[in-house]
C-alpha cells in the first residue's frame, strides 16, 4: 500500500501524514484512486506522462487555435512564452489563482469560466 500513498502523495499535492489536498476531501481523493484500482485503468491514465517523459519540454508546433489556463498546484505551470512557441494561434492565456493537476474536479466553477474565457475569442 506504500506505492500508492506516494502516488496520492504526489498527484493530489498530499503529503501521506494527511495534510490539506486543496478543496479536495480525503474520501474525495480516495475515491478516485479506488476507481483507478477497481477499473485497473492507473496505466493507461499514465501512458500519456510515459509516452512524453523524454520530449515534455519539446514546442509542439500546434497552429490550430489554442486556449491555455495555468493552475498554480499544476505539476508544469507552461511560461506565456514558452507557450506562445509551441502554440502559434494562442488566443487565450491566463494565470489562475487556484487549482491543480485536476482543476476541473478541485475548482469547478473556476475551470468552467476558463473554458468559457478561453473559447469566447471563438465565438462569432
Do not use: C
Amino acid at each position: 500500500m506504500q506505492p500508492a500513498a506516494a502516488l496520492t502523495s504526489a498527484v493530489f499535492g498530499r503529503s501521506v501524514n494527511g495534510e490539506s489536498a486543496g478543496e479536495l476531501t480525503r474520501d474525495d481523493v480516495l475515491d478516485d484512486i479506488t476507481l483507478y484500482w477497481l477499473t485497473n485503468t492507473g496505466i493507461s491514465a499514465a501512458r500519456f506522462y510515459w509516452e512524453s517523459h523524454f520530449n515534455f519540454l519539446a514546442a509542439a508546433d500546434v497552429s490550430v487555435p489554442a486556449a491555455v489556463s495555468v493552475f498554480p498546484r499544476e505539476n508544469y505551470q507552461a511560461p506565456r512564452s514558452w507557450t506562445e512557441r509551441a502554440y502559434h494561434n494562442l488566443i487565450y492565456y491566463n494565470r489562475v489563482d487556484k487549482g491543480g493537476h485536476f482543476a476541473a474536479w478541485e475548482q469547478p466553477q473556476l475551470f468552467a469560466e476558463e473554458v468559457r474565457a478561453g473559447l469566447r475569442p471563438l465565438r462569432t
